[in-house]
């Protein structure tokens, strides 16, 4: 079973950067979809920004300009730089991505865990 395994959150004050990683428990055989999620205390889950494997991307409203996606497939990583940062940006920061984990195996979604980003003033 793959795992997704996120890392780089953190404090940090406003106006900051923090770079969130995401990578693979295993070897991807191909990556599809991957993305960026978020969940503030009180709110639903929204999307933050989304990769293509065609090189496409989509950013919500409120990071465009100052949030940047991105992926190394060598690395079987995705990454989430973020500059610039507010305090609204405060929320448990989730990966996704649509994989290909072998190539015996068909491709599926999957989730990471989470990590807290927390923007102070």
């Known amino acids: 079973q793959v795992h997704l395994v996120e890392s780089g959150g953190g404090l940090v004050q406003a106006g900051g950067s923090l770079r969130l990683s995401c990578a693979a428990s295993?070897?991807?055989?191909?990556?599809?979809?991957v993305g960026w999620y978020r969940q503030a205390p009180g709110k639903q889950r929204e999307l933050v920004a989304t990769?293509?494997?065609?090189?496409?991307?989509n950013y919500a409203d409120s990071v465009k300009g100052r949030f940047t996606i991105s992926k190394d497939n060598a690395k079987n990583t995705v990454y989430l730089q973020m500059n610039s940062l507010k305090p609204e940006d405060t929320a448990v920061y989730y990966c996704?991505?649509?994989?290909?984990?072998?190539?015996?195996?068909?491709?599926?979604?999957?989730w990471g865990q989470g990590t807290q980003v927390t923007v102070s003033s």
């Open positions: 990769l293509t494997s065609g090189g496409s991307t």
């Open positions: 996704n991505a649509d994989l290909r984990p072998s190539f015996y195996q068909s491709s599926r979604n999957y």
């Open positions: 295993e070897r991807i055989f191909s990556i599809n979809t």
